[in-house]
């Protein structure tokens, strides 16, 4: 019963491919999000869904497209895939409004571009 | 959101208490301090979050000073597992807009 699950754990793929990550949350959450962690380990928005609407849409290359089917499913889609892409991606979920807890983030995809 | 200013690494002894300082001299009445931790290899963890009164859970108590100008979050007694980096973040709350932004953390090494 993960609260918010990333699929895959890991991926490795070659320059040049197009690959999708899944994320699902199961908090009942309104608002998910997308962070990537680079080498340097830092952390750094992507994207903001709210009731399967963008509101965020950082400086990202239109290569990266999301897509919410749902308030409880936030999908990255990503084409042509570059080396400067390896990185964690997570996926985040939080309620606005609601209770006052922050995010809950899953536990990370390991994107290797080769 | 305010930035906020935190050491780069800590080190603390196993049983002794982390105190995990942040300076945000800039936040603004409406901002909260959040706490987060993220253990090698997963993804960020909620601890904490305070507006001007301090805050206490099971995991750790947050101290913010009276004029709000900065914070100390304390783990009462660190272990091998509290080993991670700390990420100190104010924020306005309950807009779409404002999500999480994470600076450089402080890296904190609990040592046996």
């Known amino acids: 019963d993960t609260a918010v699950s990333q699929t895959p754990k890991y991926l490795v793929t070659q320059m040049g491919n197009d690959k999708s990550i899944k994320c699902e949350q199961n908090?009942?959450?309104?608002?998910m999000y997308w962070y990537k962690q680079d080498s340097k380990k830092f952390l750094k928005i992507m994207f903001s869904y709210n009731n399967k609407e963008l509101i965020i849409n950082e400086t990202v290359p239109n290569r990266f497209s999301p897509k919410s089917p749902d308030k409880a499913h936030l999908n990255l889609h990503i084409n042509s895939l570059e080396l400067g892409d390896s990185a964690v991606y997570f996926c985040?979920?939080?309620?606005?409004?609601?209770?006052?807890?922050?995010?809950?983030f899953g536990s990370g995809t390991r994107l290797t571009v080769v | 959101d305010a930035k906020t200013t935190q050491p780069p690494s800590m080190d603390c002894a196993e049983g002794r208490a982390a105190n995990l300082p942040c300076n945000h001299s800039?936040?603004?009445?409406?901002?909260?301090v959040y706490w987060y931790r993220q253990i090698h290899s997963q993804g960020p963890q909620y601890i904490i979050h305070g507006l001007k009164n301090n805050e206490t859970n099971e995991m750790a108590s947050l101290i913010i000073t009276e004029d709000r100008k900065s914070s100390t979050l304390i783990l009462p007694h660190a272990t091998l597992r509290d080993t991670a980096v700390y990420y100190c973040i104010v924020r306005v709350d309950w807009n779409a807009g404002n999500m999480l932004t994470f600076g450089g953390g402080t890296r904190l090494m609990v040592k046996p």
């Open positions: 800039t936040i603004s009445g409406n901002e909260y």
């Open positions: 908090l009942g959450h309104d608002t």
């Open positions: 985040a979920s939080s309620q606005l409004g609601g209770a006052n807890y922050g995010y809950t």
